[in-house]
């Protein structure tokens, strides 16, 4: 869903959460994990969001990955408000607007990476003709387009996530949604992996990067910090969009 | 189509699990169908039987004079004789032909070709009464079995034994007990009877060729016959011929009111009452295999449960990058259809060659129904629904966080 931006238009925000309040029962009572959170993010930007195990920031990447829906408050993914939707409305959501990247990559075992990317494309209401075609662009924008009929166990640790990156492509989604893309990488391949968001990111698509470690989160344009279930830090980076660091090693 | 794809590489990726899961439907259903092939082929031949006796048919025997129950002293034993069948055809308008004859066994040779066989020594109409068709030559006369003349009929199975080729026995002359006897017909082939014997292992020769000649009788025993075939005109009137033929040989033979000196049964009803309790008896051996398919049901049920549990984090994946619930669903309810189908087309392709193996490798009699073959393979998809249903449902109600989440 690239679809172009007109100027004459105001732009809509790729993700808005305004007063986003979530909580779970615990123990009899209910507990806050979020406490209202207000978050923009713009197209064509790259935003962390840090913060220590049980601060919310979970809870808060599976509320804009729309895999549930908020309790309180607002959240609209491209304009469009989640509140209230079916679990079917939000897997369309989902499949038309989201790429997900995990931390344990998610691959299907025994599958090729070129089967693996093209998953996503059979829970399209009609069939994709040119899926192969799709998939393997996808690789090949990863550097995986020698690795087309690899199984995952047949690749290293930064492959594998490679290939989980171009399975997330596959649906030309308007956000890339990644936790903890890095967490289970060397620290040389997890900088293969970043210059890879970024180079993504640089090509023009939302990455939402969800993160503990703020060498990770450098890497993006803002930070976003949460704590305890509020927004703590909002703040732009040092680092410019168009600085090249670490790429082509 | 792609989910079919999709739940084919899933099964064959426990491709030992997907066998011994399957195993369970095959033997299920091949069990359904062989059974019913079993039941079936036992009906089928009563039928035939039914059939080749006609349904109009008293067989008379003399027994041992009994009253009310009581047997009475050995040697008081009744006789049937070839003036009591005249008489029953004469006396009797509603009966079209009394068949009487004598069994015996014997030798009979043909060059260097030797076989025993049993013989019986007939009058005219029991071919008639037994529905018995000539299949080249002819049958023997009135005259010849006045005369005792040396002739006989061959059955289909000897004239194979002696001959080879049952067409070249006509007109040959075989020595049956050492009586030299010209062959002057074959006799068309019936089969196999009620208990399994061969009815076509037998020689026909006139009643007085066999008893004077053959097995040398002398006296008032030259007419004796060891039983009557009774031929009626039709069904309605066998209950009504039964009793008249009874009360007309207690009255020849001076049996006294109250004994039982006969026995006169009627050979299809007795078929019928067989093939009911076949029947019955197969239906209850179908039932158990449907059990059996019931527990292969449930097996796949289990492997499912099994498969979703496992695989708890792919459908989280799913889930994430889009498919809904209703997709999660009938992906897995796929699953377990294919493994029921296959499982079914195994089974049928199974009982098949069991049924032939059991049909000309072992001679029973199997009769396989394709409606059975057609309900059973989509009773066995329903089970894949019904069973696959519940494991279906628990997958399609993850909720992706926790399914993700899943260790």
């Keep these: ?249 | 189509m792609n989910q079919l794809a999709t739940a084919l590489i899933s099964l064959r990726r426990n491709l030992m699990r997907s066998i011994l899961t399957t195993l369970g439907i095959i033997i299920g259903i091949s069990a359904v169908i062989i059974m019913f092939a079993l039941g079936e082929g036992a009906q089928r031949q009563v039928e035939e039987q039914i059939k080749s006796l006609g349904t109009n048919i008293l067989m008379v025997r003399a027994e041992a004079i009994r009253s009310v129950g009581a047997t009475g002293a050995a040697g008081n034993v009744n006789r049937l004789y070839i003036s009591d069948a005249d008489a029953i055809k004469n006396e009797l308008p509603e009966v079209v032909a009394v068949g009487a004859y004598n069994r015996g066994q014997a030798q009979i040779v043909y060059g260097n070709q030797n076989w025993n066989t049993g013989i019986q020594g007939a009058n005219v109409d029991l071919l008639t009464a037994s529905n018995w068709q000539i299949a080249d030559g002819r049958a023997y006369t009135e005259s010849e079995v006045r005369s005792g003349a040396k002739v006989v009929l061959i059955g289909h199975s000897v004239a194979t034994q002696l001959f080879g080729d049952p067409t070249f026995a006509v007109g040959e002359t075989v020595r049956v007990n050492k009586i030299p006897l010209r062959i002057i017909g074959l006799l068309a082939a019936k089969g196999q009877d009620m208990r399994g014997f061969d009815q076509d292992d037998i020689v026909i020769m006139p009643l007085t060729t066999a008893n004077r000649r053959v097995v040398g009788k002398s006296g008032k025993d030259i007419n004796r016959v060891s039983r009557l075939v009774v031929a009626v005109d039709q069904e309605d009137n066998m209950a009504f011929v039964t009793e008249e033929i009874e009360r007309l040989l207690n009255q020849r033979h001076r049996i006294a009111a109250g004994q039982t000196a006969f026995s006169i049964m009627n050979l299809s009803a007795m078929l019928s009452t067989r093939a009911e309790a076949n029947r019955v008896f197969s239906s209850l051996l179908a039932g158990v295999a449907g059990v059996s398919l019931l527990v292969g049901g449930i097996g796949v049920m289990n492997i499912m449960l099994v498969s979703v549990t496992e695989r708890t984090r792919e459908i989280g994946l799913r889930m994430a990058v889009g498919a809904k619930p209703r997709a999660i669903l009938s992906q897995f309810l796929i699953e377990s259809v294919v493994l029921c189908v296959i499982g079914a087309l195994l089974g049928v392709t199974i009982s098949l060659l069991a049924v032939m193996l059991m049909q000309y490798g072992m001679g029973w009699s199997m009769a396989l129904s394709p409606v059975i073959m057609l309900i059973s393979v989509v009773g066995t998809a329903l089970i894949g629904v019904g069973f696959g249903f519940y494991p279906a449902y628990k997958a399609a109600n993850l909720d992706p966080i926790e399914a993700l989440r899943f260790e």
Excluded at chain 1, 123 to 131: K, L
């Design chain 1, 1 to 249: 869903m690239n679809r172009p931006l007109t100027t004459q238009q105001p732009i809509t925000a790729t993700i808005e959460c305004q007063q986003l309040s979530h909580s779970f029962p615990m123990a009899g009572e209910r507990f806050r994990v979020l406490k209202g959170i207000d978050l923009t993010v713009m197209p064509g930007e790259m935003v962390a969001i840090i913060g220590p195990s049980g601060s919310g920031k979970s809870t808060l990447m599976n509320l804009i990955g729309c895999l549930m829906t908020p309790e309180q408050g607002q959240l609209k993914i491209l304009g469009q408000s989640t509140i209230g939707m079916s679990k079917a409305e939000l897997a369309d959501i989902r499949r038309d607007h989201i790429g997900f990247v995990f931390q344990q990559f998610n691959l299907l075992a025994r599958t090729s990476a070129l089967d693996n990317v093209k998953m996503p494309l059979m829970y399209h209401d009609s069939a994709v003709a040119d899926a192969d075609e799709r998939a393997t662009k996808c690789l090949q924008s990863v550097g995986l387009g020698d690795r087309l009929d690899n199984h995952p166990s047949q690749l290293s640790g930064g492959q594998q996530q490679r290939v989980a990156i171009a399975r997330a492509l596959i649906n030309r989604p308007d956000i890339l949604l990644a936790d903890e893309p890095t967490g289970a990488l060397d620290t040389h391949t997890s900088a293969e992996i970043m210059a890879l968001f970024r180079q993504l990111n640089q090509a023009g698509h939302t990455v939402v990067l969800v993160t503990h470690e703020m060498e990770v989160a450098e890497q993006a344009d803002r930070i976003v910090m949460v704590r305890d279930g509020c927004l703590l830090q909002d703040t732009p980076t040092m680092r410019q969009t168009h600085v090249p660091r670490a790429e082509g090693s």
